[in-house]
């Protein structure tokens, strides 16, 4: 079975995604209408009509839906590709349920010996449409186990499969007897949660990141295992929260360098915008008037926009500068990387992003003030060019952040990925 035949085991960003929801696909199997007998047509002829109406628009919406993107694969190639992905996954759903409804004729035995492998590769790989489709045709194979005595759900955890996961959450029967069984080796799944995977420590950028995500579903283990398994041992006399100590120990050193080192150059950039918006605020632009001491353009409205942009570029760069610091200084211990140092992250990240744009500002002001007062075009290059710094920033930078933001403060991982209910 290969992963990428589901929609689950293609990694599409975000652009790929929305195309994907939107690009129709031909359906193999028609639909069948119901055709109004006479009864209908003389006792709500209004409501007949009605529906065949909506039945009219509905499909000329269709067909002018595909139309419409037919002309966009031709404009934008990519599109073939997403539409021909989304077929191979509608037809591999399709495939499945018809194979399904064949195997429901065998008896338990030839069902069981047919199907649990398939089940359990299914879970292994994430692909949770195929393991819905095979619990709504075949429920008992639920609870089928591979050589190791490992059940769906200790797989699912062992290798991080979330979308395995949430769809076994929501079946609360299912789910207790699951979580309370041990493998051949004594390990609960808050044990296999401590285990690291190591095969999917690459969806994440970034060991500090790896280390939360690590986290995350060592807690989100927890949240379901009754408390008598806390502090439950395995074969080889381990309780959960050792295992994942021992197992973790190189990641939590990699992220506290990967932190460290971001940090630091991070303290650099920050340091040196306070340092340049210190020395603007001293040595204001044009100069002071002699008598009274103001600064000759205090009257000018861009000069307004100096003063407030490079008052926010040195606030905003010192408060970078301390939360960078804080990072530096932090003690990295084990449950700080799913919170506390992400959180400082990205407050240094923002707020070293506002003092840049702010810094950009404040430059873009002082210029205009100096060389463009009767050269209003001056202004348009110059601001052109303020830019470059800005986007290279966001382009470079932003990805991380939207990462940080998304896994601490986003949905997250777990939630929920079926209707299915037991």
Known sequence: MKEFTFLSGSHLNFWQQLLYYCVPVKSTSRSRQRRPNTNDLENDSQMVKTKYVRIYFRTVIKKLHTLIFGVLEIVVPPLKHIRKKKLIHHNAVKYAESLCEKIETLNDKEVDSIVSRPLLDAACYDTYELVEIIFRKFPSLAYCYDQDSKNILHIAIE????????????????QHQL??????????VLHLAGKMARNKLNLVSGPALQMQRELQWFKEVKKIVPPLYWESLNGEKNAPYVVFTDEHEKLKVDGEKWMKDTSSSCTIAAALIATIAFAAAITVPGGNEQQSGLPIFSGNIAFIIFAISNAASLFTSSTSLLVFLSVLTSRYAEEDFLHTLPRSLILGLLTLFLSITSMMISFSATVYLVFGQKKAWVLVPVATMACLPITSFVLLQFPLLVALISSTYGAGIFGKKSNLLF
């Open 179 to 188: 979580m309370v069984s041990v493998d051949s080796s004594g390990n609960t």
């Open 159 to 174: 290798h991080r499969c979330e979308n395995v996961f949430n769809l076994i959450c929501q079946m609360s029967q299912l």
